[in-house]
């Protein structure tokens, strides 16, 4: 056992249950009994793959050192089965340039370190816009709180939307109302309009401008993201080009502000 444990670990993989027979009886790794099993007449060991298992008759055996070499033999056989079956798993999860185990590995390793890099910048995003917000004192119209209360509550029956639920259903479920929903994000809704209204007047006194090169890169991101063809997009944008550029400068604005607390 522990010179199986041993070839395992050196070739990194999984302990196969090991089940022997030996002067009519058959036992399993920790002595155990198990099921009779028969090896073709000239086979000392052999491997079955679907049971990860290596089957040994020790009767057949010369010596130790002739257990050992064949044990060996039937471990590397376990080692090209399961490297086998791990690079049929890698394809198939259907990942460009990802052929083997080893590669599936490194690009899960890539998502988590991008993923965690991606946490990283939106916290802190969210500590410099509270921290903007927070040190600056700007009045804010009651018309334009509104209006932005609406428009949170229509990203969240856009979410919604995507589980098969709208509003009205939300309300039904919770027990709320549509006053005590609007009351929920009333703070987000004014918070947005402070920052977005500090973030006018940086655009404003850096002369912060966006070229037409970047919205049409922008255009194909969200062309990329939503699996939409570039003209599609630009179709679905006609006549509102202005929306679209008013939030490039306020994302070049924010980074302004990140650049210079960095």
Known sequence: NYYIAF????MVIDLPNLKYHYQDKYYDAYGRDVEPFELKPNAKATTVPNEHAIYIDLDKFKDDMDVYLSLAHEVRHCAQLQSMYDDELAKDVNIEGVETLEQL?????????TMKKAE?????NE???????ANNTIDVPDAMVDSEVMNIINEINQNLSQQGLNIELYTKMTGKTMDDIKADVKDQAEERVKLNLILDKIVKAENIEVTDAEMEDEMKEIATYYNMPLEEVQKVLG???????GD???RKALQLIKDNVK
């Open 7 to 10: 070839l395992c670990d050196l």
């Open 105 to 113: 590995q490194e690009k899960i390793k890539d998502q988590i370190r």
């Open 120 to 124: 990283a910048e939106n916290k802190f």
């Open 127 to 133: 500590e410099v816009i509270k921290a903007v917000v």
């Open 239 to 245: 006549g509102q080009e202005h929306v679209l550029k």
């Open 248 to 250: 490039l400068t306020h």
